[in-house]
């Protein structure tokens, strides 16, 4: 079936950097999507959401970009602080559909 | 914020014994819970949809009589590991969705469950 992928498996910023992980979605039919944060061995935790109905969305230092035309989405992070060093996850659904989650990237940041 | 309580966050069992995991949903009420299957450095695996009072609907590829899962009330869902082998550990994850959305925006997750077989 479809599956939502990332580009960047790992990602090494500086504290204080701006970071921007990607991901790329083949569901034209996906409607909502949700980055997702995991630290070692803790469950996912939500940071922001969006909806095929929109472009843009910000949050706290945190913003998502949805670009339906070539089905791909990013997570910005402002001002990366070393708490932010964790695995980043995307997830996809269509409608009422269970989530897709997508490979997941590593953000490492150096102090 | 919802919480989503996952117990026991590690368990370390010995071949051929079961495991249950439990998921809780601590201030509301839960009809749809999910099981996700992680492997060391990988993304999340949907195994099964828990639905309170019925009959869980399992997830191609997952052997629904060797992971039960029951959700007898709207708070709580077992995942039950039998026979355990060391091809099943694993860390176990449970997301739960308020029963009053329908919707993946009230979707909670549990903090997990590291699953070592001997």
């Known amino acids: 079936g479809e599956s939502v992928g990332l580009h960047l498996p790992t990602l090494s910023v500086q504290e204080g950097d701006n970071s921007i992980i990607n991901c790329a979605y083949s569901?034209?039919?996906?409607?909502?999507f949700i980055w997702y944060k995991q630290e070692s061995g803790k469950g996912p935790q939500f940071i922001i959401d969006?909806?095929?109905?929109?472009d843009k969305r910000q949050g706290q230092r945190v913003t998502v970009l949805l670009n339906k035309t070539v089905k791909h989405l990013s997570l910005q992070i402002a001002a990366t602080q070393p708490g932010d060093s964790a695995v980043y996850f995307c997830?996809?659904?269509?409608?009422?559909?269970?989530?897709?989650f997508g490979k997941g990237t590593m953000l490492l940041v150096s102090p | 914020g919802a919480v989503v309580s996952q117990h026991p966050s590690r368990v370390i069992c010995k071949s051929g014994t079961s495991v249950k995991i439990e998921c809780r949903s601590l201030?509301?009420?839960?009809?749809?819970m999910f099981w996700y299957r992680q492997f060391p450095k990988k993304s999340l695996m949907l195994m099964a949809t828990?639905?309170?009072?019925?009959?869980?609907?399992?997830e191609q590829g997952v052997e629904k009589d060797k992971f039960l899962i029951n959700h007898a009330s709207l708070t709580l869902s077992t995942l039950t590991v039998t026979s355990a082998h060391p091809e099943d550990s694993s860390f176990y994850i449970c997301?739960?969705?308020?029963?009053?959305?329908?919707?993946?925006?009230?979707?909670?997750f549990g903090s997990g469950t590291q699953l070592s077989v001997l």
């Open positions: 997301s739960a969705r308020d029963r009053w959305e329908d919707s993946n925006e009230k979707l909670f």
């Open positions: 569901n034209s039919a996906s409607d909502y």
């Open positions: 969006i909806r095929s109905n929109m």
């Open positions: 997830a996809e659904s269509s409608g009422y559909s269970t989530l897709t």
């Open positions: 201030d509301f009420q839960a009809t749809t």
């Open positions: 828990s639905n309170e009072g019925s009959k869980a609907t399992y």
